[in-house]
């Protein structure tokens, strides 16, 4: 999806990621699938779901879509979150192909991060991008 020329938003997926940790709750989540993004030039849409524990055993389903952009006037990532619904753990992978079917954008495979409520594994997520690609600290 990529054109090697086009630098694309590396900041968009990890801010995304961070939006995620932060309205969802670190040790809810159980799994994210982090799909390929779509790069235009300087342009970036994608798409991360999440899994989080209920109360019941399942697991609620979130779709996080993003936009970004970075232009001379700076940077710009747009990203929502929306609960889809609820679904047992063992029909995840089937259901995460379905979004991905579903999706208005042309979405390969994801890759799927285990959590497994840990953030510590949501940090070691998060540390494989450079520290200024991810939004500051507030101190």
Not at 39 to 54: P, T
Not at 59 to 73: D, F, K, V, W
Not at 110 to 125: C, F, H, S
């Amino acid at each position: 999806m990529k054109d090697e020329g086009d630098p694309g938003v590396p900041e968009a997926i990890p801010r995304t990621l961070q939006m995620i940790a932060r309205r969802l709750g670190e040790s809810e989540i159980d799994r994210l699938w982090v799909f390929p993004p779509l790069i235009l030039g300087r342009k970036e849409r994608g798409l991360v779901a999440a899994s989080c524990f209920a109360e019941d055993g399942s697991r609620r389903l979130y779709t996080a879509p993003y936009s970004a952009e970075r232009t001379g006037a700076g940077l710009s990532v747009v990203n929502g979150i929306t609960e889809e619904g609820r679904a047992p753990p063992d029909r995840l992978p089937r259901v995460m192909q379905g979004v991905a079917r579903r999706s208005e954008m042309d979405l390969g495979e994801p890759r799927v991060v285990e959590i497994a409520g840990d953030p510590t594994k949501l940090k070691a997520l998060l540390d494989e991008f450079d520290a200024e690609l991810l939004e500051p600290v507030e101190t």
